[in-house]
Structure formats: C-alpha cells, structure tokens
C-alpha cells in the first residue's frame, strides 16, 4: 500500500516536495510513478522511476521543474516540485508496476491516498 502526503497550498514559483511511502515488502523491485488529477481532468502521469533509480520519465509540462527520486532503504519515493504554477494544481498520488516506466496510467497499480496540491497565482 502507497501513501502520498507533502501537499499543500502555495503561491505561483514556491516548491513543494510530495513524498509517497509504501508498506509491505518489494518495494524496492517496482518502478514507481506520480500522478495528478485536476478536477473535471483525467489522471496523467507527471514521473515516474524505475526499481534501481535509474533513467526516469517526466512529463513535458513539468520537465525542468519537478524531480524524481527514491530511497529504497526508506521505502519511500519523492516529487521535488519547484517553480509551481497555477496549473499544477490537482490531487497528486502515486502507484507502482512491476517492468519499466509506461506512460499508460492503467498499466499501474496499488493506488494510495493522494495529497491536494493547490498552486495560487
């Protein structure tokens, strides 16, 4: 089971740094994705990292912005958000899938609570 917290409300150019812990064991062999869902929207990939931390995926709209990490030992996988904009606003959560890094939201799994994020300008 995944958890996202870290959300929040922040003005336009401030930061936020998401984190999403798992429970259970494997965690460490997933690749592991962050997703947000603004309302009315459908939920889109933002990142995502594979099991060993390696070559990650970031959508267009955040690429720049956002960074990726893990920390395998903690069981935990970050969102580094920086210069947020009011269309990053949205429920942020996080899944895994087990093989490499799809963009096909369907292809994940293990869907935790996500956290608010709420970008004002």
């Known amino acids: 089971q995944l958890q996202a917290s870290g959300g929040g409300l922040v003005q336009a150019g401030g930061s936020l740094r998401l984190s999403c812990v798992a429970s259970g064991r494997g965690f460490s062999s997933y690749t592991i994705g962050w997703f947000r869902q603004a309302p009315g929207k459908e939920r889109v990939i933002v990142a995502a990292v594979p099991w060993n931390g390696g070559s990650t995926y970031y959508a267009n709209s955040v690429k720049g912005r956002f960074t990726i990490s893990r920390d395998n030992a903690e069981g935990t996988v970050y969102l580094q958000m920086n210069s947020l904009k009011p269309e990053d606003s949205a429920v942020y959560s996080c899944?895994?899938?087990?093989?490499?890094?799809?963009?096909?939201?369907?292809?994940?799994?293990?869907w935790g609570q996500g956290t608010l994020v709420t970008v004002s300008s």
């Open positions: 899944a895994v899938r087990q093989g490499i890094i799809l963009q096909d939201v369907s292809r994940y799994y293990n």
